[in-house]
T-cell receptor
């Protein structure tokens, strides 16, 4: 079974721009979660989508948003990029119960 | 105070040794406990998943959960250089996909 895939793998953007990241979950998984990983803060939860509905949200500003499509694929958008948004953005999928999550390779975003 | 505390290390041990990695937590609502392994510039890989107190074994890995003490451990037997990575503990509430992670422990196995 194919794992979680994320595109693109690397991105360089300028402050003030916006970016969209994509995630394809494991086949059959209906829940997709997004996390931000930085050296200073570690792994922090952004939000979770299940059956196209945001089911849970972390403590990030409204510039961070996401959505999920009917095929469970998910996108995450960050608007008005700041230097502090430079991070590894990780997507995780699960069947939707019991919290067992599988991560993709991540998208490394650099904001200059 | 963070909900999940994990010693960041770094931890260096000789090949073949038993490695012990630990996390403590303060939120008694956590019901599910996971250990992930993350190699440099890769996504976290799920190693162990438990939801009750006690031990769970998978090959060279043993996960231990003590809910009364709010303490979880991961033991690696017969450690190999390929085990060199950052190990992250993670926890979640019942019915909630949000994972709360420890800071990770960087482990190096010396050949």
């Amino acid at each position: 079974k194919a794992g979680v895939t994320q595109t693109p793998r690397y991105l360089i953007k300028t402050r003030g721009q916006q970016v969209t990241l994509s995630c394809s979950p494991i086949s059959g998984h209906r829940s997709v979660s997004w996390y931000q990983q930085t050296p200073g803060q570690g792994l922090q939860f952004l939000f979770e989508y299940f059956s196209e509905t945001q089911r849970n949200k972390g403590n990030f500003p409204g510039r961070f948003s996401g959505r999920q499509f009917s095929n469970s694929r998910s996108e995450m958008n960050v608007s008005t990029l700041e230097l502090g948004d430079s991070a590894l953005y990780l997507c995780a999928s699960s069947p939707g119960t019991l919290g067992e999550q599988y991560f993709g390779p991540g998208t490394r975003l650099t904001v200059t | 105070q963070k909900e999940v505390e994990q010693d960041p290390g770094p931890l260096s041990v000789p090949e073949g040794a038993i490695v012990s990695l630990n996390c403590t937590y303060s939120n008694s609502a956590f019901q599910y406990f996971m250990w992930y392994r993350q190699y440099s510039r890769k996504g976290p890989e799920l190693l162990m998943y438990t939801y009750s107190s006690g031990n769970k074994e998978d090959g060279r890995f043993t996960a231990q959960v003590d809910k009364s003490s709010k303490y979880i451990s991961l033991f690696i037997r017969d450690s190999q250089p390929s085990d060199s990575a950052t190990y992250l503990c993670a926890m979640s509430n019942f019915g909630n996909e949000k994972l709360t992670f420890g800071t990770g422990t960087r482990l190096t196995i010396i050949p």
